[in-house]
């Protein structure tokens, strides 16, 4: 599998920049592929202001999902 951009579909790799639903910019740390069919699997994310907060979000908070 692989993590993609909704609307280009173009690949998603670590250290990449993306912008959440929000506008916010944010780095991508890493991700964990869905395990089964009914997971979304999901996203390391690290905000890029003072504070540098890392989380684990779904990956459409990005504007991504997961392609085969």
Not at 31 to 49: K, N
Not at 51 to 65: A, D, K, L, Q
Request: aromatic letters at 8%.
């Amino acid at each position: 599998m692989r993590l993609v951009k909704d609307k280009t579909l173009e690949p998603v790799n670590v250290g990449d920049v993306l912008h959440t639903f929000r506008g916010e910019p944010v780095i991508v740390t890493g991700w964990r592929e869905p395990g089964r069919i009914q997971s979304t699997g999901r996203v390391y994310l690290r905000s890029m202001d003072e504070r540098g907060i890392e989380g684990e979000y779904f990956p459409s908070v990005v504007n991504c999902h997961w392609r085969v």
